[in-house]
C-alpha cells in the first residue's frame, strides 16, 4: 500500500480519494479552502488528514486532483515542496466546444507541469480518460504516461490497490495524445454511447 496525498478537493479528489482509502492507502487531502479539505477528510475517513496548503506533502504520490488551468501554476508554487514526488496530473485540458484542445502546440498540462517541477520530481499522465461514474462504479483501465519508469511504477502499484489496472502508453509527450483520448471519450458520451458510464479499455486476444 502506498502513501498520496490529493491537491484538490472536487469529485475527482472524492472519487480518487474513495478508492484510495478502501485500497488500504494512506490519504491526505490539500486545498486552497482548508474547510473543504477538512470535509473532504472526514467523508473519506480511514484516518484520511488534512495537510497545510503549499506544504511538504505527506504522500509519495501527489495527486492534482484541480481543473487544467490550475495544475501548472499549483505546481510552480509548491515548488521545492514537491522535490522527489510523484506528481500525477488527471486533467484534461478541453476547449469550450469540448471537441478540442486548448493547446496550440503539441504539449500537454503534464509536460508543461514538468517545466516548473522539481528536477527531482517525476511526473505521469493519468485517469483522464476516465469518467468520475466510472471510476465509481467500475474497473476502468488507467492509461498511463511518463518519462520516469520509477514513477510510473510507483503510480501503477497504486492504481492497483484500486482494483484497477494501469496499461503504460510510453514517454510523457504521449500526454499529449492520451488529452485527445479524452476528447474521445466526451465525443463517444455525445454521440456513439450516448451517455458516460463507460470507458474505453484494452482487449487481448490470444493467436
Given amino acids: 500500500m502506498g502513501s498520496i496525498t490529493l491537491i484538490g478537493t472536487g469529485n475527482m479528489a472524492r472519487t480518487i480519494g ?5 485500497g488500504g492507502n494512506t490519504v491526505e487531502v490539500m486545498g486552497r479552502d482548508q474547510a473543504k479539505a477538512d470535509d473532504l477528510a472526514k467523508a473519506l475517513g480511514g484516518g484520511t488528514t488534512r495537510g497545510d496548503w503549499g506544504a511538504v506533502p505527506a504522500g509519495d504520490i501527489v495527486i492534482a486532483a484541480l481543473l487544467h488551468d490550475g495544475v501548472v501554476p499549483v505546481v510552480a508554487e509548491y515548488g521545492d515542496a514537491l522535490a522527489g514526488k510523484v506528481i500525477v496530473d488527471i486533467s484534461n485540458p478541453f476547449n469550450a466546444a469540448f471537441d478540442g484542445l486548448v493547446h496550440n502546440e503539441e504539449t500537454s498540462i503534464a ?6 517541477a522539481p528536477a527531482s520530481a517525476g511526473v505521469v499522465k493519468a485517469f483522464n480518460t ?5 471510476l465509481e462504479k467500475g474497473r476502468p483501465d488507467v492509461f498511463i504516461a511518463g518519462d520516469s519508469a520509477q514513477a510510473k511504477a510507483g503510480v501503477a502499484a497504486f492504481v492497483e490497490t484500486l482494483g ?5 502508453v510510453g514517454g510523457l509527450k ?4 492520451l488529452e485527445g483520448v479524452g476528447v474521445v471519450t466526451v465525443g463517444l ?3 456513439g454511447v450516448g ?3 463507460f470507458a474505453l479499455g484494452v482487449d487481448e486476444f490470444a493467436g
Fill in 18 to 22: 474513495t478508492r484510495a482509502v478502501a
Fill in 111 to 116: 509536460q508543461e507541469a514538468a517545466k516548473v
Fill in 130 to 134: 476516465i469518467f468520475r461514474g466510472a
Fill in 164 to 168: 484497477l489496472r494501469a496499461l503504460d
Fill in 174 to 177: 504521449m500526454a499529449h495524445w
Fill in 189 to 191: 458520451a455525445g454521440n
Fill in 195 to 197: 451517455h458516460g458510464d
